[in-house]
């Protein structure tokens, strides 16, 4: 594995990560400063382990990048922990970015070396919305879907408004997720009571249902 003990200076990922706290995601902070790093940094997820925030030239409105804080030139490079991480955080950016950007459709991206279009050397993630683009006949498709493609510079103002809104999602799609896990824990206390025995039979089939439909909003 890669050894991290001494990240590259110039290091734009580890830049940010070395400025940026970490927060509850759950409970985000309203604002958080841009303008630690030049050029700003609008971050949408800090944990312990991992930082996400807006790509400062998107593919599309909402492009975001998720990377670990430490140095890891490839995803191979990665942890363990890192890496049950950012397959979560994923998961949770993903549902967030949608309904912050209004755009139910997106690519994930994760590209390793120079050959497999890496630009900066320290692993990371696109999550890139696709609102709908109609094709203008062949040789005019989108290349978002491959990382590449037409970019912008991110306008701060907007950025500033975006990532705050970003960070209210996140934080709604977890409270969601563990109001779900109460209501399947409910449910299972419902089939089995406190004494470990399983209830009767006619009881125990409606609490089983309840806990379906729980699991199905899962």
Not at 99 to 104: P, S
Not at 109 to 127: D, E
Not at 129 to 143: D, L, M, N, Q, V
Request: hydrophobic letters at 35%; aromatic letters at 4%; one cysteine or more.
């Amino acid at each position: 594995m890669f050894d991290s003990s001494s990240p590259p200076s110039a290091c734009p990922f580890c830049a940010i990560a070395a400025v940026h706290t970490p927060y509850d995601p759950s409970h985000p902070p309203p604002t958080v400063d841009p303008t630690l790093t030049s050029p700003s940094s609008f971050i949408v997820l800090s944990t312990p382990l991992l930082i996400a925030f807006l790509d400062i030239m998107p593919l599309s409105h909402g492009h975001l990048l998720l990377c670990p804080r430490a140095h890891r030139p490839k995803l191979t490079d990665a942890t363990r922990q890192e890496s049950f991480q950012l397959g979560d955080s994923v998961r949770i950016l993903s549902a967030a970015l949608a309904r912050a950007t209004g755009v139910e459709d997106w690519n994930v991206l994760q590209n390793n070396g120079a050959a497999a279009a890496q630009v900066v050397p320290h692993m990371h993630y696109h999550v890139i919305p696709r609102p709908e683009i109609r094709a203008r006949g062949k040789g005019h498709e989108s290349f978002t879907m491959f990382g590449r493609g037409q970019r912008g510079d991110l306008d701060e103002d907007e950025a500033v408004v975006l990532a705050g809104r970003i960070r209210e999602e996140v934080a709604r799609v977890m409270r969601e997720e563990e109001e779900d896990k109460d209501r399947i824990r409910e449910a299972k206390r419902d089939i089995i009571g406190e004494d470990g025995k399983k209830k009767d039979r006619t009881r125990q089939d409606e609490h089983q249902k309840r806990l379906e439909e729980a699991k199905v909003k899962l």
